[in-house]
């Protein structure tokens, strides 16, 4: 008798999800997390200045809201606190103006003059049909629950970002509003498949408003622990797993870990060609990482991008695509896409009284060693002039110091593997099931599986559901 059913190493979202899932259906099971504290990419720590909270890695969850498996976990009651800022995003033009992204998806259309019934004619019907949509949105590929909605969102999904902006919008701002949401995808924007970052994360923008937990991120984590728990679940901090012997048996073990990392695990049973295959997975390009304590709010001109939660940042079409494309070339722009959060102007929790916290990014090469800060600031500054005074101290990280934070951030990349055409639904390897390997004990549940980045536990949810099928069929 084996004392637990399952393991799962790694807490980040996706190994807490797996845990969870597997935990709702009376298993026995046990996370094994390397480091001091839970939760992966998906911790909040004063970074900067006593009572300032910075999200170190992931910070705006509307995945956690749209996932068809964490919304319907009773998170709420073990601490979860949703807060929404008044609007979701906006993109700061060169000439103080603006636009926002509302929850309203009229109102948002209504600032595009000529491109209001364009804006409509793209997002109308995906709004329409998206709850048809969801669920096989975030599934591994298969065949579509509902395929006509499915085809029709397939045709402007897999082109590029580049295309469908150039078809559909006449007006630059336009274009750059929807390249702020396409650029998620931290591939070129010119890329196949780049364009449906752009439609998702607008669609969820559109319907979930992109909320953020009260008090940071990794309150999210809590909440998700918290369950676990009352679940029966049981975690263990600070057991770096090397080598599967050094786990206690169980029938199942899942690896919430990249390829990379998990070819590095002792006791596997992988075959050759696997092995090879594994080490032929591509990752993306890094992120260079900053969080700031401020004595004042962002001074953004726009007053739309003041009342927003998250500011996508860079000035005309061309500007935006140089940015993307160099970083896959291996350079940084001078004038860099930035990805800026600011939690604190709607949730007073972040800083001390009065002060105020700001969290961004820029993309930047795959293992990239430098400090960017003079772009990084110098771009928010032609957005916010005078954000530089607002600095009471900052915190940067460069790729290494995020794979130091989090070794499955390799080389920086957050979303566990390259997003482009070629991976996107056959991560990690192609393969009927691509949660398990050829060790028929073993699963990855991590991000390097379909759906692939953001917190959403949908990879998770998708690999504790191959092991019940595989191991535990009279629970399925
Ligand atoms: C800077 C940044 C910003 C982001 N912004 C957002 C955002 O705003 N919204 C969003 O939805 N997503 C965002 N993401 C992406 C999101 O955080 C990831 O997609 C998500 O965390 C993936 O979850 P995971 O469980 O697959 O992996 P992770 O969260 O990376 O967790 C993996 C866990 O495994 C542990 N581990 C690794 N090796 C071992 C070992 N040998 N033994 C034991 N434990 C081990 C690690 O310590 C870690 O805890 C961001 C990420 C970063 C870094």
């Given at each position: 008798?084996?004392?637990?059913?399952a393991?799962?190493v790694?807490?980040?979202?996706?190994?807490?999800?797996?845990?969870?899932?597997?935990?709702?259906?009376?298993?026995?099971?046990?996370?094994?997390?390397?480091?001091?504290?839970?939760?992966?990419?998906?911790?909040?720590?004063?970074?900067?200045?006593?009572?300032?909270?910075?999200?170190?890695?992931?910070?705006?969850?509307?995945?956690?809201l749209?996932?068809?498996?964490?919304?319907?976990?009773?998170?709420?009651?073990?601490?979860?606190?949703w807060?929404?800022?008044?609007?979701?995003?906006?993109?700061?033009?060169?000439?103080?103006?603006?636009?926002?992204?509302?929850?309203?998806l009229?109102?948002?259309?209504?600032?595009?003059?000529?491109?209001?019934?364009?804006y409509?004619?793209?997002?109308?019907?995906?709004?329409?049909?998206?709850?048809?949509?969801?669920?096989?949105?975030?599934?591994?590929?298969?065949?579509?629950?509902?395929?006509?909605p499915?085809?029709?969102?397939g045709?402007?999904?897999?082109?590029?970002?580049?295309?469908?902006?150039?078809?559909?919008?006449?007006?630059?701002?336009?274009?750059?509003?929807?390249y702020?949401?396409?650029?998620?995808?931290?591939?070129?924007?010119?890329?196949l498949?780049?364009?449906?970052?752009g439609?998702?994360?607008?669609?969820?923008?559109?319907?979930?408003?992109?909320?953020?937990?009260?008090?940071?991120?990794?309150?999210?984590?809590?909440?998700?622990?918290?369950?676990?728990?009352?679940?029966?679940?049981?975690l263990?901090?600070?057991?770096?797993?090397?080598?599967?012997?050094?786990?206690?048996?169980?029938?199942?073990?899942?690896?919430?870990?990249t390829?990379?990392q998990?070819?590095?695990?002792?006791?596997?049973?992988?075959?050759?060609?696997?092995?090879?295959?594994?080490?032929?997975y591509?990752?993306?390009?890094?992120v260079?990482?900053?969080?700031?304590?401020?004595?004042?709010?962002?001074?953004?001109t726009?007053?739309?991008?003041?009342?927003?939660?998250?500011?996508?940042?860079?000035?005309?079409?061309?500007?935006?695509?140089r940015?993307?494309?160099?970083?896959?070339?291996?350079?940084?722009?001078?004038?860099?896409?930035?990805?800026?959060?600011?939690?604190?102007?709607?949730d007073?929790?972040?800083?001390?009284?009065?002060?105020?916290t700001?969290?961004?990014?820029?993309?930047?090469?795959?293992?990239?060693?430098?400090?960017?800060?003079?772009?990084?600031?110098?771009?928010?500054?032609?957005?916010?002039?005078?954000?530089?005074?607002?600095?009471?101290?900052?915190?940067?990280?460069?790729?290494?110091?995020?794979?130091?934070?989090?070794?499955?951030?390799?080389?920086?990349?957050?979303n566990?593997?390259?997003?482009?055409?070629?991976?996107?639904?056959?991560?990690?390897?192609?393969?009927?099931?691509?949660?398990?390997?050829?060790?028929?004990?073993?699963?990855?549940?991590?991000?390097?599986?379909?759906?692939?980045g953001?917190?959403?536990?949908?990879?998770?949810?998708?690999?504790?559901?191959?092991?019940?099928?595989?191991?535990?069929?009279?629970?399925?």
């Amino acid at each position: 008798m084996s004392k637990y059913d399952a393991i799962i190493v790694g807490s980040g979202s996706n190994g807490i999800s797996a845990a969870i899932r597997l935990q709702q259906k009376g298993l026995k099971t046990a996370i094994f997390e390397q480091a001091s504290s839970p939760g992966g990419a998906t911790r909040t720590q004063e970074l900067t200045l006593p009572g300032f909270k910075h999200d170190v890695g992931s910070s705006i969850l509307p995945l956690g809201l749209a996932s068809p498996f964490l919304r319907n976990l009773p998170l709420k009651d073990h601490g979860l606190e949703w807060v929404y800022p008044e609007i979701a995003y906006s993109h700061p033009f060169i000439d103080g103006t603006a636009y926002a992204c509302f929850k309203d998806l009229y109102q948002t259309a209504a600032q595009l003059g000529e491109d209001e019934k364009n804006y409509l004619k793209i997002f109308k019907p995906l709004m329409e049909d998206w709850e048809k949509l969801d669920p096989d949105l975030l599934a591994p590929l298969g065949i579509p629950q509902h395929p006509v909605p499915y085809l029709k969102f397939g045709l402007k999904a897999l082109p590029s970002a580049h295309w469908l902006a150039n078809r559909y919008f006449e007006d630059e701002r336009s274009k750059m509003f929807f390249y702020g949401s396409a650029a998620h995808s931290t591939i070129p924007l010119t890329n196949l498949a780049s364009a449906s970052f752009g439609l998702v994360l607008t669609a969820t923008a559109h319907r979930y408003n992109w909320p953020f937990p009260k008090g940071g991120a990794g309150n999210f984590t809590g909440a998700m622990l918290n369950y676990y728990r009352s679940l029966g679940g049981e975690l263990h901090l600070n057991h770096q797993v090397n080598d599967l012997r050094d786990l206690p048996n169980a029938l199942a073990y899942l690896f919430d870990l990249t390829p990379r990392q998990l070819l590095k695990i002792n006791g596997l049973n992988f075959n050759s060609l696997y092995r090879k295959r594994m080490e032929n997975y591509k990752y993306g390009a890094g992120v260079f990482k900053m969080d700031w304590a401020l004595s004042e709010p962002v001074p953004f001109t726009s007053e739309k991008c003041r009342r927003s939660g998250t500011v996508h940042i860079g000035f005309s079409q061309a500007e935006l695509e140089r940015s993307e494309d160099l970083v896959h070339k291996g350079s940084v722009s001078d004038r860099p896409y930035v990805l800026m959060a600011q939690h604190s102007p709607f949730d007073a929790t972040r800083a001390p009284e009065g002060k105020h916290t700001a969290w961004a990014y820029i993309h930047v090469p795959n293992g990239d060693p430098r400090d960017h800060t003079t772009i990084l600031e110098d771009q928010i500054e032609r957005a916010a002039p005078g954000f530089k005074d607002t600095i009471l101290a900052r915190s940067t990280k460069t790729t290494h110091q995020l794979e130091e934070f989090d070794p499955n951030l390799v080389g920086g990349d957050i979303n566990g593997g390259l997003q482009d055409i070629t991976q996107f639904f056959t991560r990690p390897i192609i393969k009927l099931s691509p949660y398990s390997t050829p060790d028929p004990r073993i699963y990855i549940c991590s991000s390097s599986t379909p759906p692939g980045g953001g917190v959403h536990g949908m990879s998770g949810f998708h690999a504790a559901e191959k092991v019940l099928k595989d191991h535990f069929k009279d629970l399925v």
